[in-house]
T-cell receptor, first 113, second 114 residues
Framework: KQEVTQIPAALSVPEGENLVLNCSFTDSAIYNLQWFRQDPGKGLTSLLLIQSSQREQTSGRLNASLDKSSGRSTLYIAASQPGDSATYLCAVFEGGSNYQLIWGAGTKLIIKP | EPEVTQTPSHQVTQMGQEVILRCVPISNHLYFYWYRQILGQKVEFLVSFYNNEISEKSEIFDDQFSVERPDGSNFTLKIRSTKLEDSAMYFC????????????FGEGSRLTVL
């Protein structure tokens, strides 16, 4: 059974720092992996989607990498800003007969001004 | 940019009452999903829907839950007799095709059962 783990559960850094959020998954047979942002009490905003054949995707200050064989993905945030404060969720599309997202518990990020 | 819309944004109901949550997926999308997130917990898959029938469902999606696409645009989740533990944020999502890529999510419907 696929399990997705995100480390750390929480992270607090000063504004301007570059940071890395980690996501690991137990079954490498995935279609793709998606990173989301969630503000408190709000919806899920898709940040980046990496197909299983890709190694990375970039959007602005965000860069996501995927190493399917080792079951890992990282989300790199450059030059962090207070507005980046949110919970970041990683989710994988399962392979096989189940086409659904399996979610990590998220990393709660606080950027201090 | 096309988006998934959900109503209501927040509903408060008494235990035992029926609740219907509504979603309008992106118009040319083919697969629809309901997920839920209990406060402080992981997002959980409830059900997927394709070609006017349930494609997959989780253990959470018991006989109290049902989904429907009544008119070709709306996609509804009905909870027949709500329990306290049904209190959660419910997210609708849609995707264009089975291997096309990302899910697009609505803003969610917060359900509070008293």
């Amino acid at each position: 059974k696929q399990e997705v783990t995100q480390i750390p559960a929480a992270l607090s850094v000063p504004e301007g720092e570059n940071l890395v959020l980690n996501c690991s998954f137990t079954d490498s047979a995935i279609y793709n992996l998606q990173w989301f942002r969630q503000d408190p009490g709000k919806g899920l905003t898709s940040l980046l989607l990496i197909q299983s054949s890709q190694r990375e995707q970039t959007s602005g200050r965000l860069n996501a990498s995927l190493d399917k064989s080792s079951g890992r993905s990282t989300l790199y945030i450059a030059a962090s800003q207070p507005g980046d404060s949110a919970t970041y969720l990683c989710a994988v599309f399962e392979g096989g007969s189940n086409y659904q997202l399996i979610w990590g518990a998220g990393t709660k990020l606080i950027i201090k001004p | 940019e096309p988006e998934v819309t959900q109503t209501p944004s927040h509903q408060v109901t008494q235990m035992g009452q029926e609740v219907i949550l509504r979603c309008v997926p992106i118009s040319n999308h083919l697969y629809f999903y309901w997920y839920r997130q209990i406060l402080g917990q992981k997002v959980e898959f409830l059900v997927s829907f394709y070609n006017n029938e349930i494609s997959e469902k989780s253990e959470i999606f018991d006989d109290q839950f049902s989904v429907e696409r009544p008119d070709g645009s709306n996609f509804t989740l009905k909870i027949r007799s709500t329990k306290l533990e049904d209190s959660a944020m419910y997210f609708c999502a849609s995707i264009g095709g089975r291997n096309t890529g990302e899910l697009f999510f609505g803003e969610g419907s917060r359900l509070t059962v008293l």
